[in-house]
């Protein structure tokens, strides 16, 4: 079954460190991938997305990401975290109906 | 710059009684869908449409009903609340390719007791 697995539910970090959210994803093809953020009580908003172009994809805020397709990974990171980076991410891929298969999320804290 | 929006936000009903969710999406979208959010898990897709006057089910139908008459709009119907349909609901919309995201509205926060 086509999946996307998020390896960790929540990940602490301290201010100006380095962000690495994990997610794996299964797929008999490469397929379109996306990371949403969702801050509190807040609508979902998309980070950056991977289409069969480029492999290291830069999104806003100073995000980006890298498919690995011989790892089937596609790991969203920033070199510098800031307090407003807090919130809970999602990674995601299209299936071949063109739905979105979702990650359970990933809670990113930020210590000041 | 609207892009899409849910009302109403909150909501409180009683097991057994009806609402409707609206969703209206201002960007000319062909699609839309309806998801749920609950806690420790992704979005769940509840019901989708591919353009006007036509509907899909998503991986979690059961319970809820949903209409497309107009292009803009897409409703969400609860016949008959259950406490298990207390959830957050998200509204969404993208263009008619397989790259484009999809665009989220704030959600509606629904509980039933």
């Known amino acids: 079954a086509q999946s996307v697995t998020q390896l960790d539910s929540h990940v602490s970090v301290s201010e100006g460190t380095p962000v690495l959210l994990r997610c794996n994803y299964s797929?008999?093809?490469?397929?379109?991938l996306f990371w949403y953020v969702q801050h509190p009580n807040k609508g979902l908003q998309l980070l950056l997305k991977?289409?069969?172009?480029a492999t290291l994809v830069k999104g806003i805020n100073g995000f980006e990401a890298e498919f690995k397709k011989s790892e089937t990974s596609f790991h969203l990171t920033k070199p510098s975290a800031h307090m407003s980076d807090a919130a809970e991410y999602f990674c995601?891929?299209?299936?071949?109906?063109?739905?979105?298969?979702w990650g359970a999320g990933t809670k990113l804290i930020i210590k000041p | 710059n609207a892009g899409v929006t849910q009302t109403p936000k909150f909501r409180v009903l009683k097991t057994g009684q009806s609402m409707t969710l609206l969703c209206a999406q201002d960007?000319?979208?062909?699609?839309m869908y309806w998801y749920r959010q609950d806690p420790g898990m992704g979005l769940r897709l509840i019901h989708y449409?591919?353009?006007?006057?036509?509907?899909a089910k998503g991986e979690v139908p059961d319970g809820y009903n949903v209409s497309r008459l107009k292009k803009q709009n897409f409703l969400l119907g609860l016949e008959s609340a259950a406490p298990s349909q207390t959830s957050v609901y998200f509204c969404?919309?993208?263009?008619?390719?397989?790259?484009?995201?999809?665009?989220f509205g704030d959600g509606t926060r629904l509980s039933i007791l």
């Open positions: 995601v891929r299209m299936d071949s109906n063109y739905q979105l298969i």
């Open positions: 797929s008999s093809y490469s397929p379109s």
């Open positions: 991977y289409t069969s172009a």
């Open positions: 960007m000319n979208h062909e699609y």
């Open positions: 449409s591919v353009g006007e006057g036509t509907t």
């Open positions: 969404a919309s993208s263009a008619k390719t397989a790259t484009q995201p999809q665009h």
